[in-house]
């Protein structure tokens, strides 16, 4: 093998091995940054902290799908009727 192809491979080598930490930093930089950006949406976009209704307080406004297929709300009900609030788990999960 002569010196010149030698030198000639090393230099591949070393060309190919910038070119494969050239990917990786690529790689890794676009990660971060994708991680930084979902980060930064769930900050924004996070829904309020939930806090307790306390007993006596009145129930806040909601809308839920009725057994009829129509959508039924807790403001039909006001003034009008008692109204029972049952939440339970789903149907046939252990307890």
Avoid at 3 to 8: D, P, T, V
Avoid at 17 to 22: I, K, V, Y
């Amino acid at each position: 093998m002569s010196r010149r192809s030698f030198h000639k491979r090393m230099l591949d080598t070393v060309s190919e091995e910038d070119a494969n930490m050239t990917n990786f930093v690529s790689r890794a930089f676009g990660v971060v940054a994708l991680a930084t950006l979902l980060g930064m949406t769930l900050a924004c976009v996070s829904p309020r902290q939930a806090t307790a209704v306390e007993v006596g307080e009145p129930a806040p406004a909601f809308t839920l799908a009725a057994t009829t297929g129509s959508d039924i709300a807790l403001n039909d009900f006001r003034g009008k009727k008692w109204v029972l609030l049952e939440f339970y788990g789903a149907d046939f999960t252990p307890t």
